[in-house]
């Protein structure tokens, strides 16, 4: 300030310069002076100027001040002080602070000022990423003030400045560091500037989260306490609701981060609830909204019934529900913990189920819904609270059939408690109380333990209800229809056409799809008159919304009429109307309901949002209910008797086809279960067969190994046999006996005719071997369908003949490696033999010699005879194994004779399948001219039908295709 006294003080003593004045020679210091002290002194002093004189700072030294920025950026002090400036210049904030006692409008132009100088300021883009380029100094003196001006940027142009950090390189990078910075203000400030930074901009939102910032605001949120922090704590609150509001992405990326589970300290409140500070209740509340986003019912199903399942296996709703039982709670913490609970369990059976099993720390304990109707039906509890308690115990019954009937089940004959109050008993009193309020929450509750549930409808038939003593009971549905009639009799404290409204909508819900109730409800007779001198009458405005509901319910009576009763079938019904309202009138009166003003708003969310306890006329679900039976009940007025003959006739020839398809696709379902079963029967079968296969094959090759040895030794025994002959001459020429040669000759004769024989075998045994290859390939295709002819028994039968073979082949190739072992013997013997021959031969003494050669001979012959024994075995074995070659052939033929029988009647299931498809075909072809008729006569055809007939052609296509696969393969 010394340079600004200066400054002021070189002017004359008598006149004193103008702020305008002042402002242009420190504009011109700042632009001209070469020292960087003189311009760090003059922007200092344009800095004290810009609180007075914002205008002419911002119009004067706007541009000096960004070019300091770019060019003094080795000097943090004037950096810092330019950046204040311009944050003055920009933001409203001060003006605010020192005009607080002036007008709106004062307020309102210094914001047209503040966004003015920020669209001067982003005229050039570069400005915004010279600011991101300061924002990354770790200096205090530059990095804070441009944060708050950045803020300030972001709140007067928002979009533009989001488009300029989304395109900038690591822009919101730069900005996620602020969250790390040590220097809490900074930290804190970075987390305002976050929030206006990802409001309303989707991507900017996934790139925040992505930077790791739901990691970063829970530790924060935990380093401050949780719920018992300061602001910081609503600061970092706002921001994550700001990431995951309305963002799939990011509400996807939380939970799969296993950020839920860290949710839950946040709910642990002590004992003593006395004394919450303000602070508490706002960062809880805000809280619990947050719990709100990840289940609300506006997110996709599958989003939120993930989020839910979490919450509970992670204990958040057990911890919700400790809340919610607790005491001392404040009461608009109370209120959105209900309403938290009451999304959390929201079409989820396993949170409805827990939180059917809460009970309150009452002494007896009772049911937290109990506890909770209790609220609902006291007209003295606050009115937010009664609400929430209401969508609380809508969304316990939101697709929850269990739920249902437990409610129900309270108010039969059999299960009510005398010694206990329960939840039907609460709905009761609070049906019938002096409360129009309470009727409406009751009627609506009662309406949502029906919706969708024809059992309940029936069931409910069943109440009766003790009017006075003396007096017979009368069930729920009359005592309805005479608080009905007697609306206007009956004092009240609040709308009288409150609980009207609510008496109609629960009987609408009531007799809508149930024929049964619809039938109770004519029976009365006073009934269908009083519904008629209600929509003929001309009301009030008040009324007309009765009226349609009226309306509305005399049209159930006639599109859900099973005709059981004589005096209100559903041509009388329609007669009816025509002499004593008029059809356009009707319609008319109809159209009220969808006309009305609070209509629009019950239907676009199901938590009931109500400013006031008269606004509470619609319930969300009954909104849909309109829209479904509007339209119908307007063409059934329309329709003639003759068309609704007509129409009876078509249903009653879709229901006998809708039979007959039935009753096809269950044949078609077997037959696909057969063809299952027999399609695992024959890859079991194949495997088995190609288990044998390899089996025959090693034993084929194992008799080509023998066949080769027989060769082999069949060679050497004719080298022996020729050395033999000459050993006879030489023993002839020597003197032995010729007798005992021939003999020897005889003996090897026999040997080769014993290997003949042996040969003949062989060859034998492998004929025998093909055969039943060929012939257990033949058997294979029969046991592919052996569940239609063959029994397991027989198959078993034919495996254990292959196997006995398959044993006696290996014990014939036993028997000719051992034969083979007595030939090498034999071969033996006769060297040995000739070599003693030899050696007499030149011996004048032969005699010891010869009768040695004698003693070799004899052994010789014991071993032929030996020999001569086994190839009689041998024989025999053979002849056995001829035998069972026989029987196997008289079975393989026997197994052809089932296979020819078994494709004829394949072939005549075939035909007798193309029929089926020929009538099926004919059905179609019949139900789509019945449908072409019903459209003709107006009558709405679902696409379903038509899908199931295309599915049903190409499941018995499929089937057929099937049959002829399986065929192919036999």
Known sequence: MNFLRGVMGGQATGSQPSGAETIHKLCDRVASSTLLDDRRDAVRALKSLSKKYRVEVGNQAMDHLIHVLKTDRSDSEIIGYALDTLYNIVSSDLEEEEQDSEEENTTKHSDDVGSQFAEIFMKDQENVTLLLSILEEFDFHARWPGVKLLTALLKHQGSQVQQIILVSP?????????????????????????????????????????????????????????????????????L???????????????????????????????????????????????????????????????????????????????????????????????????NTVSEVIRGSQTNQDYFASVSAPSNPPRPAIVVLLMSMVNERQPFVLRCAVLYCFQCFLYKNQKG???????????????????????????????????????????????????????????????????????????????????GDKIDRRGSKV????????????????????????????????????????????DEHLVQGL????????????????????????????????????????LGYISKHELYSKAGQKPQPSFSTPEQMLFDHEFTKLVKELEVLIIKSIHKSSEDEKKEEEVKKTLEQHDSIVTQYKELIREQDTQINELNQQVMSLTSQNEHLQSSVM??????????DQYNLLKVQLGKDSHHHNSHNETVQVNGIQSEEVCSLR??????????????????ERDYVIESLHSGQLAVMPREQTASDGITEDQTSHLRKELESLQSQLQSQSAQISKLQNEKRELRHKLEKATAATSSASGDSGGTA??????????????????????????????????????????????????????????????????????????QDQKILALKSRLKELGEPVDDEDEMESGDQDDDVDDSHGDDDEEDEQS
């Open 170 to 238: 690591m822009g919101v990078s730069r900005l996620m560091d602020l969250l790390a910075d040590s220097r809490e203000v900074i930290r804190n400030d970075g987390l305002l500037l976050l929030q206006q930074l990802a409001k309303g901009n989707a991507a900017i939102q996934k790139i925040v989260a992505f930077e790791n910032a739901f990691e970063r605001l829970l530790d924060i949120i935990t380093e401050e306490g949780n719920s018992d922090g300061g602001i910081v704590v609503e600061d970092c609150l706002l």
């Open 240 to 338: 994550l609701n700001n990431l995951l509001k309305n963002n799939n992405s990011n509400q996807n990326f939380f939970k799969e981060g296993s950020y839920i589970q860290r949710m839950k300290p946040w709910f642990e409140v002590g004992d003593d609830n006395s004394g919450w500070s303000a602070q508490k209740v706002t960062n809880l509340h805000l809280m619990l909204q947050l719990v709100r986003v990840l289940v609300s019912p506006v997110n996709p199903p599958g989003a939120t019934s993930s989020c839910q399942k979490t919450m509970f296996q992670c204990g958040l709703l057990q911890q919700l529900c400790t809340i919610l039982m607790a005491t001392g709670v404040p009461a608009d913490i109370l209120t959105e913990t209900i």
């Open 404 to 486: 249902q009937g437990e409610i129900v089940a309270t108010l039969l004959p059999s299960t009510i408690d005398a010694n206990s109050i329960s939840a039907g008993q609460l709905l009761c009193g609070g049906l019938f109380s002096q409360d129009s309020l309470s009727n409406w929450c009751a009627a609506v509750a009662l309406a949502h333990a029906l919706l969708e549930n024809s059992t309940q409808k029936e069931q409910l038939l069943r109440v009766q209800l003790a009017t006075s003593l003396g007096n017979p009971p009368v069930s729920l549905l009359q005592q309805c229809t005479n608080i009905l009639s007697q």
């Open 498 to 541: 409150q609980t009207r409204v609510g008496l109609l909508m629960l009987l609408c819900t009531w007799l809508s799809n149930c024929p049964i109730a619809v039938m109770h409800f004519l029976h009365n007779q006073a009934n269908v008159p009083f519904l008629t001198a209600q929509i003929s009458e001309n009301l009030s405005e």
């Open 550 to 589: 009226c309306a509305l319910l005399l049209g159930i009576c006639i599109y859900f009429n099973d005709n059981s009763l004589e005096n209100y079938t559903k041509e009388k019904l329609k007669q009816l109307i025509e002499k004593r309202i008029g059809k356009e009138n009707f319609i008319e009166k």
């Open 698 to 707: 090693q034993q084929q090759l194992q008799i080509q190994q023998h066949k």
């Open 746 to 763: 005889e003996q090897v004769e026999d040997l080769k005719k014993q290997t003949e024989i042996l040969k003949g075998q062989l060859e």
């Open 849 to 922: 010699n010869s009768s040695d050669s004698e003693v070799k001979i004899l052994g010789l012959k014991k071993d032929v005879d030996r020999l001569k024994e086994d190839v009689k075995a041998l024989t025999e074995s053979k002849a056995s194994m001829e035998q069972q070659l026989a029987s196997a052939n008289s079975t393989i033929a026997i197994l052809q004779t089932d296979k020819s029988k078994l494709q004829t009647e394949l072939s005549e299931s075939k035909k007798e399948q193309d029929d089926l498809l020929v009538l099926l075909a004919d």
